[in-house]
């Protein structure tokens, strides 16, 4: 039985205490400043677009202001350019509060993160991924939910606000990049009915998918190509990995987004528990990825090493030489498993 999405959601008490929330930091206030982390993705980019309509909608001053630019693919979700990218010499503007989408560490936002300091000014994370009691307690962050989309809509429909296509476009790419195209674990009913309702509102899932996943250049499959013929397995076969050093990305003048999504391919492998993906972003400088099939909670060993995410997809970042850490991480992953 489809799901009515057209009245205020009977929302569990968590839900309420949210969507309260949220709603309390926007009513009481008047000028936004909305951010996403660096090397924004479809979920944290959908998100600003989303909340940027629904602030201006009913009145509100908002500025969307992010440390990197657009990837390309993610350029369907700001077709009016609202999304400007900070330079080292460009004053923020004055802002009541400051909304940080998809992240919950202001470190995440990349180079931004000092300047927004100095702004001394509330920071509110709307988030989804797992974090610490206390910055549940005080910001909004649901970590079972599958998307900044899915978690908007439903606040939308709760402060029974008009969503319009732009909106609705915004939230629909949010929820298919972060369910994995509606194959994640925290893909519901309920993810499935408000794509749905997306769908109603104008999307076209089609134009969708051919935009954020076949928009491949050459280069960039020539780099997947040699990564793929790189990939090693542990001993027992149930550990993925591959690495991916700064001079291979130069030589296909590969950019961090065009290889970050490579880490899921690894999980096709049979029998495969765990993929890691290790990319080297600068000297001493290794972004590593993690994706588990479902087996094995992920999330606890990446946060030993300082970083964070989901239960099976998390990350961090290793400063070190890049041998050393694919050596130590692999080391310390099998006696984790």
């Not at 440390?67 to 077709?79: A, G, H, I, R």
């Not at 000014?121 to 910055?135: M, N, P, Q």
């Not at 590593?288 to 087996?295: A, D, L, P, T």
């Not at 998390?314 to 130590?328: D, I």
Request: hydrophobic share 40%; aromatic share 8%.
């Amino acid at each position: 039985m489809k799901k009515d999405l057209s009245e205020k959601p009977r929302a569990i008490s968590k839900e309420h205490l949210l969507f309260d929330r949220l709603n309390h930091y926007i009513q009481s206030n008047q000028r936004f400043l909305i951010t996403t982390h660096q090397l924004p993705d479809g979920d944290g980019l959908g998100g600003e677009i989303a909340l940027a309509g629904y602030l201006k909608a009913i009145g509100k001053e908002r500025r969307i202001i992010n440390s990197d630019p657009t990837p390309e693919k993610f350029s369907l979700v700001d077709p009016d350019s609202e999304i400007e990218i900070w330079g080292n010499k460009r004053a923020l503007p004055e802002v009541d509060v400051i909304f940080a989408l998809d992240v919950n560490d202001l470190s995440r936002v990349g180079a931004l993160s000092t300047p927004l300091k100095k702004l001394e000014r509330r920071v509110v994370y709307i988030d989804h991924h797992i974090s610490e009691e206390k910055l549940k307690g005080e910001h909004i962050i649901d970590p079972e939910i599958s998307s900044m989309g899915e978690f908007l809509f439903r606040f939308f429909r709760y402060a029974r606000a008009e969503i319009t296509f732009k909106m609705a476009l915004a939230m629909y790419v949010s929820i298919f990049l972060d369910t994995h195209r509606f194959r994640h674990r925290r893909t519901t009913a309920l993810s499935h009915a408000i794509a749905a309702a997306l769908v109603d509102l104008g999307v076209n899932p089609t134009e969708v998918h051919q935009q954020v996943h076949q928009r491949r250049s050459l280069n960039e499959m020539h780099l997947l190509g040699e990564v793929l013929n790189r990939v090693q397995t542990t001993d027992d076969g149930k550990i993925a990995w591959v690495g991916i050093p700064l001079e291979l990305q130069k030589k296909y003048n590969a950019s961090a987004e065009e290889s970050q999504g490579f880490v899921d391919l690894l999980l096709n492998l049979k029998d495969i528990e765990i993929a890691v993906l290790f990319r080297e972003e600068a000297k001493n400088q290794i972004r590593v990825s993690f994706r588990s099939k479902g087996k094995i909670e992920i999330y606890p060993f990446v946060k030993k090493l300082g970083g964070g995410g989901h239960a099976y997809e998390a990350g961090t970042l290793l400063r070190q030489p890049f041998s050393q850490a694919v050596e130590e991480t692999l080391r310390r992953l099998r006696e984790f498993i």
